[in-house]
């Protein structure tokens, strides 16, 4: 036996004289349950509507440009074995509305049409994350971006009419994504950080960021997302460290390099790194394995007028502190200059942050992966130090060390940053 069963446009929350877009059925056409029979489009969204029954298409009943409301009849489906009396049963009604009016391929009657909800995928499909907007495209182009992994919410206005969509503007996003890493688009299934339009409330002005703020920021994020990292703070006594390097540096004439603490730290941390030579390592990309590097490039990060830059001094191990010493005014100066070629910015093994210069008291560096550890170092401060008997004025210098905690655990992180403290406190100890 054969019905005809009516499929009408279902409550889509009060919207009349909806647009129809695209009819994507015509008579004869064989229907299974769920199948997009047309594309309706309000002013903010555009929506399948599925069908509610399967069976043939015997009739449409609009056309593109028509204007739809709740209770339109959209097609008329031949369906076999469906009890005439009974309607389908609310948990089966996905999107429009179904009827079975007529026995034996009647003319299509009308009928006490039951109210369904739209259909959960209905809403879910077009509804973006949070903000409860619509997106606004057709069934392909989501199509489209579902097989992209895109979420549609995430585009928030597209280059067809009235903002719709298209395939173009998903090209163009999955592209812009690629350009930008998680920044921009939240990634890893993170939520993007809103728009907002701050000129709502003052005045504001727009600065394009520079090719190398955007270039570390993409760095930055894809270590904070990648890696889990612990960051471990401690203090040097470098009271005689400072001692000997005023002295030496009054021994200098005034056109020579003058000594900073910076050039002992990376000393201390070559000594440090032979003694754990897990901080001399990066993380295969698969994770399975350490690769271990016989040689001591230490990076340093140096703020220059357009961004954060990291110049890394090669084979640190086999040069003097003078030698380091102007080695890093020159390589320093390049940076700041833009002069730095890229093989200067590369294969560093470890990154010094110093804010010493500027202040501070601790602060916690991001590692420069694929490197496994960063120092960090802050403003030293003269402190009391209690010596057992009385409390000594000492010269103290706040280290923050920053490692990849998949590589390196909490007790080797601390006996590194001990290693390095020790060197400092004493930097006879170098010379071992
Ligand atoms: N405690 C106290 N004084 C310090 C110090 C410290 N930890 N570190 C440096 N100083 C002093 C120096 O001795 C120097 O003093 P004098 O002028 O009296 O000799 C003065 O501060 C300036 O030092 P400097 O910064 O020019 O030299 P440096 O070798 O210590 O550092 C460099 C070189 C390139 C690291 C630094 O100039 C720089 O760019 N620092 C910023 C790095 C940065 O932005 N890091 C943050 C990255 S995370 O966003």
New binding site residues.
């Given amino acids: 036996m054969t019905f005809l069963i009516e499929i009408k446009v279902p409550d889509v929350g009060n919207v009349a004289d909806i647009d129809v877009v695209e009819v994507l059925v015509q008579p004869g056409d064989e229907i299974v349950k769920e199948q997009t029979l047309a594309v309706l489009e309000t002013d903010k969204a555009s929506m399948d509507l599925p069908s509610s029954a399967a069976g043939k298409v015997h009739a449409v009943h609009i056309k593109p440009g028509d204007k739809v409301s709740e209770g339109t009849l959209v097609v008329t489906v031949e369906a076999v074995d469906v009890q005439p009396t009974k309607a389908a049963p609310p948990a089966e009604v996905s999107a429009a509305v179904s009827t079975p009016v007529a026995v034996e391929s009647a003319p299509v009657a009308a009928a006490v049409v039951p109210k369904s909800e739209p259909a959960p995928e209905l809403a879910a499909s077009h509804m973006s994350a949070g903000s409860g907007v619509l997106s606004h495209a057709t069934p392909s182009v989501r199509l489209f971006a579902r097989e992209l992994g895109v979420d549609l919410s995430q585009i928030k206005q597209g280059s067809g009419r009235k903002g719709r969509i298209l395939q173009e503007d998903v090209k163009k996003f999955v592209k812009q994504l690629l350009l930008d890493g998680p920044v921009s688009s939240g990634g890893a299934g993170i939520p993007p950080i809103p728009a907002v339009d701050f000129s709502k409330f003052g005045e504001i002005e727009e600065f394009a960021l520079s090719k190398i703020k955007r270039l570390t920021g993409q760095g930055l994020s894809r270590a904070w997302l990648n890696l889990p990292m612990v960051t471990y703070h401690d203090e040097a006594d470098i009271t005689e460290l400072e001692a000997f ?1 005023v002295a030496t ?1 009054a021994e200098k004439s005034a056109d020579t390099i ?1 000594l ?4 002992f730290i990376m000393k201390a941390l070559v000594t440090a790194l032979k003694q754990f030579p897990t901080f001399n390592s990066s993380l295969a990309p698969n994770g399975d394995k350490l690769i271990l590097k016989k040689y001591f490039h230490i990076g ?5 007028p357009n961004g ?1 830059v990291v110049p890394v001094l090669r084979d640190v191990d086999q040069k003097s502190i003078n030698q380091l010493s102007t080695e ?1 005014v020159e390589i ?1 100066g390049k ?1 700041r200059a833009g002069k730095l070629m890229p093989d200067q910015m590369q294969g560093g093994c470890i990154t ?7 202040g501070g008291t601790a ?1 916690t ?2 590692v420069n992966a694929p490197e496994v550890a960063i120092l ?6 003269m402190k009391p130090v209690w010596d057992g008997q009385t409390f000594i004025p000492r010269l103290m ?2 280290l923050d060390l920053t490692y990849d905690h998949r590589v390196i655990d909490g007790a080797e992180g601390a006996r590194f940053m001990s290693a390095v403290i020790r060197s400092l406190n004493d930097i006879r100890r170098l010379l071992l």
């Fill in positions: 390097r540096n003058k900073t603490n910076l050039v340093v990060a140096v703020d220059t954060l890093l320093s940076a010094i942050s110093s804010l010493g210069g500027i602060f560096p991001i960090g170092v802050t403003r030293a401060a210098l706040p």
